[in-house]
């Protein structure tokens, strides 16, 4: 029995029910956070489960946690926790600018809470069909939540976010019948042959020519949820669109669980292949949307949208590295996930506050952050100083790696990646630094906004940069391996 | 014994499958669309039953019968339902170049057949000569969601992309867990709910479910 693994799933779901009855309620937001804070104790329960007693598969074997899943599920519910925090002033908020109804304000709480639970399973799941019903899940959660303004561009973005998502998850499944109609000659029909525990001790004996078309089908179907070019479309539409919560769970969230499944693949089709087929794909698609989101970035108007692109390009520089491979490279992609999580969910808390004083997401229409509201104009030049990678932020130290290892394993690549993170750099400080500083347009809010989600994210992420606890750089090294 | 003939049997049902595909393709009315697809979802669970039948893979049974349920059924239902509350019944869509559309879509089926080839050399299945069939079908539905410029129609190529990707799984592997079957049919009926809610908030909005109204995010 593994009580605390039950607790981290239940947590949400039944959050989720509670909600959809009393999210109307004026404490229905305090319920949100409760709901979430429980979440994230029941993770920290089960990461300090397996810290003191090492991998666990618990229920017939459809569970599985081990280091690769597990920092992930204790990332997942702390973001979730934060965000949710955040959450509770700026709806209110936007309730009181008339945005929202009661009733939406109930859906977004219920949908908040499945949406958490959809991920957690999908990081739980030792079965790789219930990932991907997971996942497909977590993408029905999130179409309602993108729409909730209703405004013509919602809708159209959530439309755009279903059917891409939704053609794109349809090719992972036909990847997973793939896999499945593999794994079935060596482990027998049913669905021990899907269980990644049995899948990754056969994963030599695995039919190659299949798994390669299966690995090919997996990566365009869960790549297009990562947001990798040119699957990307969908992702800053949905992410400028919908309420800056969800913005900040997508971004912070959603991609990487969508990663972690590709992540998952990979292992199995390098057990099977011998080759670096999977990791060419993962190098090659990587590369490329870090280069074109970085282009784009300069292009973009609204602010929302620009970070949306951001991270476009973060998880292409991740898919790169764990493309790479190696120890080191593996290392720093685990290590970028963790900390582009927490960087880009706290610049979405302090745009969306951003947004709010302003009253647009146009940035040549946001001035003066700082002296209306410093906190949050600090909030958001830290962020983006730690989101581009400036030392001695945790982003500076993972870039850093990631680099350093392309020079020695690709340096064909360290070009591209070096103007990439330059020509990124300047697009986002140029637009930040005149929305935080000069003269203002901006005005009062009728809550007081949340500003210590921001400040706890960047304060992780700074001591990141100094400082990684030695259970996490065991983590990362036992994950690192794992993945190969 | 009675195997080879369920094989043929099972070959016929996959090119009427096939042939729905195509008939979808370029179907204009949006009532007789939910017609084929209803049809598609009879010859799949016909194809199943056989498949289950002559195998004996008695969870087979099972899949049969959700498929019937969800996809003869129940969405169909809902469908119907649907274009009658929004009074899309009998709209009639204009396609634009259907010759092309079609000859697209042989090329598609062509390259479904080369790519599904090596895989079906390796199933052991007595289904395998059709996993090219269901690969195509796949192909076909993504085209005509390319294609269709109304949102139902749009839709009802996802759900016939569901439909090949189902028969993919009986051809390749005789169905998947049963486990992974209920979850994804939970999917696609929670998706249909999602997607008609969402067909009323675009109605709503732009007084239409013409989806070239949304298609004014781009970039600069």
Request: charged share 10%; net charge positive.
């Amino acid at each position: 029995m593994n009580w605390q693994l039950y607790l981290v799933l239940g947590t949400p779901l039944l959050g989720g029910v509670l909600l959809a009855l009393w999210g109307h309620k004026r404490w229905a937001a305090e319920l949100n956070i409760a709901m979430s804070v429980s979440t994230f104790i029941a993770a920290a329960a089960l990461t300090a489960e397996i810290i003191s007693n090492g991998p666990v598969i618990t229920a017939d074997e459809q569970f599985f946690v081990d280091s690769l899943n597990v920092f992930l599920v204790a990332l997942t519910a702390f973001v979730s926790m934060t965000t949710s925090l955040f959450s509770r002033p700026y709806m209110r908020i936007e309730h009181a600018h008339g945005k929202l109804s009661d009733n939406r304000l109930r859906l977004f709480h219920s949908m908040y809470q499945l949406f958490v639970f959809t991920m957690l399973l999908v990081l739980l799941t030792n079965n790789l069909g219930i990932l991907w019903v997971a996942l497909e899940a977590a993408t029905l959660t999130t179409v309602l939540l993108v729409s909730l303004y209703r405004t013509p561009a919602s809708l159209e973005a959530a439309w755009k976010y279903f059917i891409l998502c939704g053609v794109g998850i349809a090719q992972a499944l036909f990847g997973t019948i793939l896999l499945y109609s593999a794994s079935e000659k060596v482990l027998g029909a049913g669905s021990g042959a899907l269980l990644w525990t049995h899948l990754s001790a056969v994963a030599g004996s695995l039919e190659p020519t299949v798994m390669s078309l299966a690995f090919v089908f997996l990566l365009v179907g869960y790549g297009t949820k990562v947001g990798l070019v040119p699957l990307h479309n969908w992702l800053p539409d949905a992410h400028a669109e919908g309420p800056t919560p969800v913005s900040a769970v997508l971004s912070g969230l959603l991609l990487n669980v969508a990663l972690y499944a590709l992540l998952r693949c990979k292992v199995l089709v390098d057990g099977a292949l011998q080759a670096p087929f999977a990791s060419h794909l993962m190098m090659g698609f990587g590369l490329l949307s870090v280069v074109v989101a970085a282009f784009f970035l300069s292009r973009q108007k609204d602010i929302k949208r620009m970070f949306a692109y951001s991270s476009v390009e973060h998880m292409g520089l991740i898919t790169f590295a764990f493309g790479m491979g190696g120890p080191i490279a593996n290392f720093a992609g685990l290590l970028h996930m963790t900390v582009h999580s927490l960087t880009k969910s706290a610049i979405f808390f302090a745009v969306g506050h951003a947004a709010q004083k302003a009253g647009t997401q146009i940035m040549d229409d946001i001035r003066g952050l700082m002296k209306v509201s410093p906190t949050v104009g600090w909030g958001l030049m830290l962020g983006s100083v730690a989101i581009l990678g400036l030392p001695p932020f945790g982003v500076f130290a993972s870039e850093f790696l990631i680099l350093t290892s392309a020079m020695r394993q690709q340096p064909w690549a360290t070009p591209f990646l070096l103007i990439a993170l330059g020509v990124a750099f300047a697009a986002v400080f140029s637009k930040v630094q005149p929305m935080v500083f000069g003269e203002t347009t901006a005005k009062r809010l009728p809550h007081p906004p949340a500003l210590i989600p921001v400040f706890a994210h960047l304060g992780i992420v700074l001591v990141l940069g100094f400082y990684i606890p030695p259970y996490l750089v065991d983590w990362y090294r036992v994950a690192a391996k794992l993945i190969g | 014994m009675h195997l080879p003939l369920a094989s043929q049997i099972i070959n016929l049902l996959a090119a009427v499958l096939l042939l729905l595909s195509f008939a979808m393709l370029t179907q204009r009315r949006i009532l007789s669309l939910i017609n084929l697809f209803a049809l598609q979802g009879l010859t799949l669970t016909l194809s199943t039953l056989v498949v289950a039948f002559s195998t004996g893979q008695h969870h087979l049974y099972y899949s049969a019968t959700l498929t019937f349920v969800l996809k003869v059924l129940i969405l169909p239902w809902v469908l119907h339902r649907l274009i009658r509350r929004l009074n899309v019944k009998w709209d009639v869509e204009t396609l634009i170049n259907i010759p092309t559309t079609m000859l697209v879509g042989i090329v598609l089926v062509i390259l479904a057949f080369n790519v599904a080839l090596p895989i079906s050399q390796l199933a052991g299945t007595i289904t395998k000569s059709t996993l090219g069939i269901a690969l195509a079908c796949v192909l076909l539905a993504f085209l005509m969601m390319i294609t269709r410029s109304k949102a139902v129609p749009q839709v009802i190529g996802f759900l016939a992309m569901e439909n090949g990707l189902f028969f993919a799984a009986t051809s390749a592997t005789y169905g998947m867990p049963m486990v992974v079957e209920f979850g994804i049919a939970l999917d696609v009926l929670v998706g249909m709910v999602i997607l008609g809610v969402f067909f009323f908030q675009i109605r709503e909005r732009f007084d239409s479910l013409d989806i070239r109204h949304l298609e004014k995010l781009k970039e600069e």
